[in-house]
């Protein structure tokens, strides 16, 4: 996945603002402590870190 469908699918599920929102200050665990875009700066693979935000979040399967 590259980082532009990680932030398209990110504004779909969640709305532009608090997306943008949540990438810059909500801290995951399972990101190692991490927001996403201090994960994404880390490294950390788009797909992976989408993932993690669909388990935080409780996403359902068919909109992962």
Avoid: I
Avoid at 24 to 29: E, K, N, T
Avoid at 36 to 64: H, I, M, T, Y
């Amino acid at each position: 996945m590259r980082y532009t469908v990680l932030r398209r699918r990110m504004a779909e599920e969640f709305g532009e603002v608090r997306a943008d929102t949540l990438a810059r200050d909500h801290v995951l665990a399972a990101l190692g402590e991490r927001t996403v875009n201090q994960a994404l700066e880390a490294g950390w693979d788009p797909k992976r870190v989408w993932s993690v935000l669909c388990e935080s979040f409780e996403v359902p399967s068919s909109r992962r």
